[in-house]
């Protein structure tokens, strides 16, 4: 077709495929499309860019692998499939490996964390389909292990997650080394400013395939708020886990904090953990157990939050809210997959309101919440929310304090913006000489203890990190000291 047709299809048989490839289809049973591959695949089969839009868990590698399969036999070139992370490349190239099978081509893995020498095998043996992480790939570039000048299938798949992780300048040597003539498929699941550059510079007229408007989360997916104080996190979280029967995700904010969550679960659940600081083989591990079931729990940062496809996810935990609204869209995706039903829960504290806000506005309807009867209220006041009044823990909001023309920063309805100390008795200061003895340093360095107190920590590992001192009497000074032991 000299122009693109919208053709609406019912199955895979509908569509002018390679017979070997539509037999592999039929075989694995993958016989009825999921709305993007039915909108996507025909139009990707006349050669037009495409711009899909749709939910993580929708079937999108289908809907780029199946056009690609289909038209490399008739081509001299290659195919270059960009994803932002390693366990979702891996998901990619085992889907890709299964359909190219029939049709005798080559795939190549290359991400970071693995073997380069294996990978250099593979190459060798001209690969008509690579699948790489933007970092592997600029590593092969730089030493001259692989050219692109013959890339005629380019997909960026999870582009706005691959621009979250901080790959733009990759992507952009990468763009700039691939053949200006080639067929260009982007995904995502949201639309920010860099993608919509992006797709002005880089992409021909693309045809739009929207599933869902950006930053839509899956319908089927029943989602709850609990309110409580951090302290009783764990305790909700083994509630949560105790009533579950089937696999559950469990999503934390630091590599730390999945560390410590795991060890702490061992003692009674089956769980494996996969963050950064874990080694390819070790994460490698932890997914294939969390599928087959020989983990029920897997403890994750957001490097899975696109990585895991695995259908029968009953329970997704958002033991910390993500620091973004669009990253809660991604985790809670990870259940409710091919058209099954799900459940997210999120734990949130009581000074998360506006984070909590921001993810309703992004969801465009409120969430189910649940306060626990010994945790403070969480207030949704215009502009602010509620500390927690002498915990010394969480995020502070930064809509919360308020600068003063000196400088120091001021909670509304109060003279200073930090909190009092409960049971606080000022130590002995020695003021001899001092023209102000409520700003005099304390005399000795062991009075340090007496009154400094936790002002920002990412989760509880990491409480400590950073003190604030309050001196006696009604002036309050700010300082800092620095934890030793924080990397």
């Known amino acids: 077709m000299d122009t693109a047709e919208k053709i609406s299809i019912t199955t ?20 009825t499309p999921t709305p993007i591959q039915a909108q996507a695949i025909p139009l990707a089969l ?25 038209s490399l036999p008739d081509s001299d070139g290659n195919a270059l499939i960009l994803v932002p992370t390693r366990e979702l490349a891996q998901q990619v190239a085992d889907t890709m490996v299964v359909i190219c099978r029939p049709l005798r081509m080559n795939t190549c893995l290359l991400i970071g964390g693995a073997s380069m020498n294996l990978q250099l095998q593979n190459l060798r043996r001209q690969p008509r389909i690579v699948i790489a992480t933007p970092g592997r790939l600029i590593d092969h570039l730089q030493q001259g292990t692989i050219r692109l000048n013959n890339v005629q299938f380019l997909v960026l798949d999870e582009a706005d997650r691959m621009l979250d992780m901080g790959f733009a300048p990759q992507i952009e040597k990468i763009l700039e080394t691939v053949p200006k003539q080639r067929q260009t498929m982007l995904f995502s699941a949201t639309m920010p400013l860099e993608i919509r550059q992006i797709i002005r510079k880089y992409m021909q007229n693309p045809e739009t395939v929207e599933i869902a408007p950006a930053g839509t989360a899956a319908q089927n997916v029943e989602q709850v708020l609990h309110i409580v104080r951090r302290d009783q996190k764990k305790d909700v979280l083994e509630k949560l886990l105790t009533d579950s029967q089937g696999p559950v995700l469990v999503f934390v904010r630091t590599k730390r904090m999945a560390a410590q969550l795991a060890r702490s679960l061992h003692k009674n659940f089956p769980v494996a953990e996969i963050h950064s600081d874990r080694s390819q083989s070790q994460r ?11 983990y029920r729990i897997l403890i994750a940062t957001d490097i899975a939050a696109r990585g ?30 091919a058209g099954s039903s799900g459940k997210a829960v999120s734990l949130a504290t009581p000074d998360q309101g506006q984070l909590v806000r921001a993810i309703e506005r992004l969801l465009k309807k409120s969430i189910v919440v649940i306060k626990h009867s010994d945790a403070e209220i969480l207030r949704f006041e215009e502009g602010h929310a509620a500390p927690a009044r002498g915990s010394g823990y969480g995020r502070r909001s930064p809509a919360l304090h308020k600068r003063t023309p000196g400088g120091s920063r001021k909670k509304p309805g109060s003279s200073y913006g930090f909190r009092k100390l409960e ?44 003190f604030q001192k309050e001196t006696p009497g009604s002036f309050r000074k700010k300082r800092f000291f620095k934890n030793p032991f924080h990397k």
């Open 284 to 294: 490698k591990t932890a997914i294939d157990g969390f599928r087959s079931g020989k």
């Open 46 to 70: 006349q050669k037009k860019d495409i711009l899909g839009i749709a939910q993580t868990g929708t079937g999108k590698t289908l809907a780029f692998g199946i056009p690609i399969v289909n």
């Open 423 to 466: 049971g606080y008795e000022a130590p002995a200061h020695n003021t001899a000489g001092s023209s102000n003895s409520t700003r005099s340093r304390p005399a000795a360095h062991s009075d340090r203890q007496a009154y400094v107190k936790p002002l920002y920590s990412r989760d509880s590992s990491d409480e400590g990190n950073y």
């Open 12 to 31: 895979f048989s509908d569509l002018n495929l390679n017979p070997a490839l539509l037999r592999t289809l039929n075989e694995n049973q993958w016989v």
């Open 308 to 337: 895991i496809d695995i259908k029968d996810i009953q329970l997704v935990v958002n033991y910390d809210l993500p620091d973004e609204a669009e990253s809660y869209i991604h985790r809670i995706g990870r259940t409710g997959r």
